[in-house]
């Protein structure tokens, strides 16, 4: 009998324990919750906020949807196709790029989306940059991302262009398409894929913002038996035994920030990588080095966002902007999605890609964005309704392994090695897509594996 048999708290009946615990109820935690209810899995979501959703959500402000900055849809990426699975309905509009443009050195130009565009641009200096972009996306479709594991975006970008306004161009789209600044901490592959997604598919504004998706997930959910529980976080998480009277059972015992106990057969965190090494880092079956990958996870991307609402546009010719040399986006959401309940007034989202070798800045960041919006929209501060700024939000987690060279992308998988039942979903595990793709993704591998694993779960009892 080993050391932990001899610790077997002897008060914890099977029958007390419940299935499948998911910890965190944002998009990653409520989409797993369906999939694992609508095939006969009893399901817990414990969610620590009051509301369910996580950066997923929309407040409704003065009849304005306000997202949690500029959120879209990958039109091609992963999220549509596991909606679509779980029967959720959305509508909202392809982005048109017709009124976007980029600004360099304080001058604005027209997104180039055309061949002919792209050749006679005055963005791209010389001839030489203005074919650079113009291989690159003739070559995008075909590129083989899987050959480019070891590299990081940035180094990418290095070997593959040689002038700087194409480089820093791409660079650009690299941006848009993950929210990631730090171009060196990103994976080439992901990078690339994500920009493949958004210049192939588009991504799509949804009318009511993304609650629209969270609360069909919710009402889902409940039909099929799911209980939440909201305003409790989960403070520890411990291996424990349940017993019948025949063998014990380990089982996940998790207590809450009102001081109760719970326990699991199954437990699934979806929250975040910090809370994650916080639960975890003194178990000490949990694999050591999964610990330590853990413990690197300390720069994920953040946004400054300017969630603002005004009561009419000051200039209908400009729907958007990049910036090529600063890190800047601003677009115009309500152009191509309902964003407010009577369908008065615009919604903007403008929004800083922070650089996390630096702290943030709070009060410039925010200048930046007025000043970038005084731009293409002059008068604009007479016209708001609301506005909302938001100086460091988590855009994505991710986990870059600092000390090894040989690979960029080493995001866990989502089985958490070491010990049995205990998983993780969300923007920075598993080895598919970024942002909520990734959530999604997860969510749903984890969900098919317990499924397909029921028996061996059911029957797993200490070896
Ligand atoms: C400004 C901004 C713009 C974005 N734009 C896009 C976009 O355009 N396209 C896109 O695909 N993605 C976008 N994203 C990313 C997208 O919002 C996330 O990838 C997705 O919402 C993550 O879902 P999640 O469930 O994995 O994590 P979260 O939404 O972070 O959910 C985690 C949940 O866990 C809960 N929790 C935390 N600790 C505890 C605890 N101790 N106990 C219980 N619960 C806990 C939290 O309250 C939260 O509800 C954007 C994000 C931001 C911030």
Request: hydrophobic share 35%; aromatic share 10%.
């Amino acid at each position: 009998m080993t050391n932990q048999m001899s610790n077997i708290p002897t008060k914890i009946y099977r029958e007390n324990t419940k299935e499948i615990a998911i910890i965190g109820g944002g998009l990653a935690g409520l989409t797993a919750a369906v999939y694992l209810a609508r095939d006969g899995k009893n399901v817990t979501v414990i969610e620590k906020s009051s509301k369910a959703g996580g950066r997923a959500r929309t407040t409704i402000k003065d009849k304005f949807y306000f997202n949690q900055g500029p959120h879209a849809l990958y039109a091609n990426g992963i999220g549509p196709k596991v909606l679509d699975e779980l029967n959720i309905k959305y509508t909202g509009k392809k982005v048109d790029s017709t009124k976007y443009y980029i600004t360099k050195k304080g001058k604005l130009y027209k997104l180039p989306t055309k061949l002919n565009e792209i050749l006679t641009t005055k963005l791209l200096n010389g001839w030489g940059s203005k074919v650079e972009v113009l291989h690159f996306f003739i070559k995008l479709n075909k590129m083989k991302l899987d050959q480019l594991y070891s590299l990081s975006f940035q180094e990418w970008l290095d070997l593959n262009f040689k002038n700087p306004d194409s480089k820093d161009f791409v660079k650009m789209l690299g941006r848009i398409a993950t929210y990631t600044y730090n171009a060196e901490n990103l994976s080439a592959r992901l990078a690339l894929y994500q920009v493949k997604t958004a210049v192939t598919g588009s991504v799509v504004y949804l009318d009511e913002g993304w609650q629209t998706l969270i609360d069909q997930l919710v009402e889902i959910g409940k039909r099929n038996g799911v209980k939440y529980v909201h305003g409790k976080g989960v403070v520890t998480l411990q291996q424990d035994y349940a017993h019948d009277k025949k063998n014990p059972q380990q089982i996940w015992k998790i207590s809450l920030s009102d001081n109760t106990t719970l326990s699991y057969h199954n437990v699934i965190i979806a929250t975040n990588p910090f809370h994650v090494y916080s639960l975890l880092k003194d178990n000490k079956k949990v694999n050591s080095e999964f610990l330590k990958q853990l413990e690197n996870i300390n720069r994920p991307a953040r946004v400054a966002t300017l969630d603002l609402a005004l009561s009419s546009l000051p200039n209908p010719d400009v729907y958007g902007v990049y910036g090529m040399d600063t890190p800047l986006y601003i677009s115009l959401h309500s152009a191509f999605a309902k964003l407010s309940t009577d369908g008065n007034g615009v919604l903007f989202h403008a929004m800083k890609y922070l650089d996390s070798s630096i702290g943030p800045n709070p009060l410039e960041d925010k200048l930046q964005l007025e000043s970038l919006l005084d731009t293409i929209q002059p008068g604009w501060r007479k016209m708001i309704i609301r506005q909302r700024f938001l100086p460091s939000m988590i855009a994505s987690n991710t986990v870059i392994n600092y000390n090894n060279n040989e690979t960029m992308e080493n995001r866990p998988d989502t089985e958490v090695p070491g010990v049995n039942n205990l998983y993780i979903i969300g923007d920075w595990v598993g080895p598919d897509g970024m942002l909520a793709d990734a959530s999604f993704a997860s969510a749903k591998a984890v969900a098919l594996s317990i499924l397909n694993n029921r028996k061996a779960i059911e029957m797993h009892t200490i070896q």
